[in-house]
């Protein structure tokens, strides 16, 4: 038998497993002999059930015969497991307590010390190699005086050392793909004794296996590079705030106020991170925002209205506050979501492009907005409105719960419905999505709509967290920060690709480095050169990854 830190042949190591396998079996055998009448059957006879209710060829009346007698024969069933249940996991448990005391020390640790070795060995015949091929292109070139001679052989040498190369990559994938698969054989093993029932522990463990089996430093930094990179400036900032300014970046006072101001943008995030999912984008989010910031501030303005919309002076102080308060969030998703709409029919129908369908909607809303209301600003909101809908838990900012609630309902519509599923497959190939059956002008149409719902949702909530002071030009440039967010947090222009993790941690990096920066007193114009710079970099990975898949 070999020993530690030596090299195992295939044999080798087929001769350490199979006392352990044998012994596995013969418990599995004898597992498996008390769950053929009962465990066994009574899965068989679930599925028979589940089957016979889809059934259509059967009326309802055989479907319940049939349906009775497999539930007759499962009580049956069930009574066997229960009977043998003891039985079964006194088996498991030794199976369980063999494998602990056996395949760490007597299989795996083996295998290990094996793979170890044999990257040494393959490390030293890959040096052996280059070190010959270098020999032979210093013998050949010695005899040689043409210089395309001399060119043709110093191709052949890189030629020959890429050849190398690859096949020392080769060597040790091998080494990594069996070190993987003694990892992985006693959870295999695991997997018959409990019929796929893992603990926690073991679930984890399996995991960061598979992570670290599969982990490739080129694919880590192009997904996760831009993060590290922000991740150190913020460290930096953290550092460099004390001695500058005297004061702590990172205080719960601070978290807790970047969150606040991110939780209406993350509705936004959320509305133009399906139109790029889609490979479009939206320019006239920040319109929206000042266009629902102005309806919201006149119809939960403090009082009258002291300013007109075309000419009108409108007054809601008579109605209940909640009354208020309700209209103000209908008005602006209906507004939102009808401009929205309507971009989104002449992007659908004629084929038009999102930039052009978007800015238009831009230029006339925020051209009708500055029209009515003469460019003055509406004053504040009623101040109960922000303890009513958003009011603070001692320190807590409870805003931060209507962007979670956002956040819960975008990813199930995004994951658990048939439209985003659609939507997805649009997004990736609006062709093939076509054929496939799908309607590509109505999920077209949809993404604008629920992207108007949340546009009106955000811009309704910034309104109160400001407690008012409207205007139409209130909102300007926030689109770009929307898609900037989105951008950084992986939603790719090539369509298809994108997460609703990535966009929430998209926005709160975006909101954080503002917030970070304002705090050091960084001139505003310098920080559109910071967030220019992410956003470079972010959409340069994009088109790696993208480059990199093709």
Known sequence: MPKNGTVLTAEDEAKLLKPIDDRLADIQAKIDALRVDGTNKVVSLQSSIDATKTDKLLSKGEQESLISGYKAEMEKAKKVESSNKAQVDKLIAEGESYLKDNYESKFLSRVKASCVAEREVAKANYAKRLAELEREHQKSIAGVSDEAEIKEEKYVFKNKQFDAKVTYQQELQRIKDREHEAFMHRYHLIDLLRMSKFTFGENLAQRWENYRYTFNTRTFLLNNGLYLAILLVFIGLCAVTPIIKGTQLLTMSNVLNILQQASPRIFLALGVAGLILQTGTDLSIGRMVGMGMVASTIIMHQGPNTGTFFGILFDFSNMPLMGRVILALVVCIVLCTVFSAIAGFFTARFKMHWFISTMANMLIIFGVMTYATKGVSFGAIDPKVPAMVTPKIGAFPTIILWAVAAIIIVWFIWNKTTFGKDMYAVGGNPEAAS????????????????????????????????????????????????????????????????????????????????????????????????????????????????????
Request: net charge neutral.
């Open 435 to 550: 054929v496939s059956g799908i309607n590509v002008f109505a999920v077209s149409i949809g993404v604008f709509v629920l992207a108007g719902i949340l546009y009106g949702f955000g811009s309704w909530l910034e309104c109160i967290r400001m407690v008012g002071s409207g205007s139409a030009a209130y909102g300007q440039g926030w689109e770009m920060d929307a898609i900037a967010a989105c951008v950084v947090g992986g939603v790719s222009f090539t369509g298809g690709i994108g997460k609703i993790s990535g966009v929430t941690i998209g926005v709160l990096i975006f909101t954080a480095l503002t917030y970070s920066l304002t705090i050091l007193g960084i001139d505003t114009n310098l920080q559109f050169v910071f967030s220019g710079i992410i956003i470079l970099a972010a959409v340069t990975l994009d088109c790696l990854k993208y480059v990199q898949k093709k």
